[in-house]
């Protein structure tokens, strides 16, 4: 990933003007597939490539992974499965008829009837970063549709990303696949209720930017206080799963083991070899903030908790692409009593929110039949 911003737009305008001008000439194979993701294999791009093994669509398809770490991942995989790097990738890109993303893209025009698809990782809630602006000046030439989830969020994926309607396809997020599957058998200990904890980005190290301050890992805790919170947890039977952003800075966080409450670096995280979503669908409640992955949460209509510590610094920051207030159906939490509400509440089966959330579930969310990887290749013209 390119963080400067000068350079990158200096290589856009200059070198990648000219790999546009070649990709218009190359002939494009339309037994390959692309998926690229400069922020690892995870996200849309890795489950729409596990639907694209478990249905054999590698028995017709050349199937390209250009990720980082590809050398790990490049070992015993299945027939007509490649992984390169990032920067093969460009070269895959020309001879691809189809080409997924789900973070970034290559600014590469796309070549007449070769399909480029940018599912993205979330439905807008939060505003649009100032890179996301200025990045998105051509995004009719990038891509040959940006995903919407819903009609209602046509116009709005339209403005982040620059582009006219006919480049909006309706369709979910193929990683809330999964969560239409049976649960898998994860051992996640004795608890009466297990709650996942997903907080949005706030500062990062790699990217060099920050969404607000925040001194410690989670709202209304210090990290002294880590301990005492556990103890309340284990006095509830409560098991929380903190899974934290995969950008966010935790160097100076000592990610310590609790009984009850599990804090998982990215890295930590895939260390247990769970699947994120496989991992929600288990769940009996989540705690976020403004990340996006409550829209998906709605699928399984339960409880959500709305941690509320800094909306007034994020608003003023960042920003939201819709009414934080209406699009939130749940306890929206204020304090560390809040917070703690929350968990008995949940503890309890107390949930009055039912109806709020299939509102906005229908609002957000225009499939909910499970089907979302299988719709993403019939917009690429990808069949058996």
């Not at 670096?265 to 669908?281: Q, V």
Request: net charge negative.
């Amino acid at each position: 990933m390119i963080k400067n911003v000068f350079f990158k737009n200096l290589l856009i305008n200059s070198v990648f003007k000219g790999i546009s001008v070649v990709n218009q000439v190359i002939p494009k194979d339309d037994n390959q597939i692309l998926l690229y993701s400069d922020l690892g294999f995870r996200d849309n791009v890795r489950y729409l490539y596990d639907f694209l093994i478990e249905q054999g669509y590698n028995q017709k398809y050349k199937i390209v992974c250009a990720v980082k770490d590809y050398e790990k991942l490049d070992k015993d995989v299945p027939e007509n499965v490649n992984f390169v790097s990032p920067v093969k990738g460009v070269l895959k890109y020309l001879t691809s008829n189809h080409v997924f993303y789900c973070f970034g893209r290559l600014p590469i025009n796309t070549a007449r009837n070769q399909r480029v698809i940018q599912m993205w990782h979330g439905t807008s809630f939060k505003g649009f970063a100032q890179n996301m602006k200025k990045s998105a000046a051509h995004a009719d030439k990038f891509y040959t549709y940006v995903y919407a989830s819903s009609e209602y969020f046509r116009p709005i994926v339209e403005k982040k990303f620059n582009c006219s309607p006919d480049h909006v396809a309706i369709c979910g997020h193929p990683r809330t696949d999964v969560m239409y599957h049976t649960n898998p058998d994860y051992d996640l200990g004795d608890f009466k209720k297990v709650i996942m904890w997903m907080p949005t980005f706030r500062q990062s190290k790699t990217l060099g930017m920050t969404d607000v301050a925040q001194a410690s890992i989670l709202p209304f805790l210090e990290d002294s206080e880590l301990g005492e919170f556990d103890d309340f947890l284990r006095s509830q039977n409560v098991e929380i799963i903190v899974k934290l952003h995969p950008m966010q800075d935790v160097t100076a966080v000592n990610l310590t083991n609790f009984t009850n409450l599990k804090l998982l670096s990215n890295t930590k995280f895939d260390e247990t070899g769970w699947d994120l979503y496989k991992l929600l669908s288990c769940s009996d409640a989540l705690i976020t903030d403004y990340s996006s992955v409550f829209y998906d949460y709605l699928l399984l209509n339960r409880p959500i908790g709305f941690t509320e510590d800094d909306v007034e610094e994020y608003s003023q920051k960042r920003g939201f692409a819709v009414d934080p207030e209406k699009f939130r159906p749940g306890t929206h939490m204020k304090s560390l009593d809040d917070l703690k509400q929350f968990i008995m509440d949940t503890a309890q089966n107390q949930d009055q929110f039912i109806e709020q959330r299939k509102e906005i579930n229908e609002l957000a969310n225009q499939f909910q039949d499970g089907k979302n990887c299988l719709r993403s290749l019939t917009l690429s013209n990808i069949g058996k």
